[in-house]
């Protein structure tokens, strides 16, 4: 008795289908990784989209808050927050005798940008080269974990 081989396309069915996903599950995977890539990008597209040159008299109130001569404001950008009605993270880059770096970056808060608002220091930095009081001491908790306080700064580098 003779063993019957099967036809060629029976065959090349099985393969084809098996190369087929394959080629689904890495299209799937490539695609999976461009949406985190995407993700990525839009959100800081988002962020950029919202950084703003902050109004000269809000970088002149801030520059007369600072305590230590000699530190004038770079690259003072603002972010309003979704997180509060009225409140503005302003970031800006400080320059002066030890500020040399790109880190050196105060983010301080404002309710307004006009001659009527307040104005509050965020982290650390604004806490220590400026006469604003925290802004986490006041009723708002201000913070950098507020919407727009990592904003602004990342729109200052």
């Not at 965020?122 to 806490?127: Q, Y």
């Not at 925290?134 to 908790?141: A, D, Q």
């Amino acid at each position: 008795m003779e063993k019957k081989s099967k036809p060629w396309y029976k065959k090349w069915w099985a393969i084809t289908l098996f190369v087929f996903l394959i080629l689904i599950i890495i299209g799937s995977l490539s695609d999976s990784d461009d949406s985190r890539n995407e993700s990525t990008d839009s959100t800081e597209v988002e962020t950029i989209n919202r950084c703003e040159d902050a109004p000269d008299f809000i970088v002149r109130r801030l520059t007369d808050g600072l305590n230590t001569d000699g530190i004038t404001l770079r690259n003072v950008k603002v972010v309003k927050s979704k997180d509060f009605e009225s409140v503005y993270f302003v970031s800006a880059d400080l320059q002066g005798p030890g500020l040399e770096g790109e880190s050196d970056i105060a983010t301080f808060a404002t309710n307004k940008l006009d001659s009527n608002g307040l104005t509050f220091s965020v982290n650390s930095i604004a806490e220590e080269f400026s006469d604003w009081p925290p802004g986490s001491r006041t009723g708002f908790n201000l913070s950098m974990n507020d919407d727009g306080a990592k904003e602004s700064r990342d729109c200052v580098n």
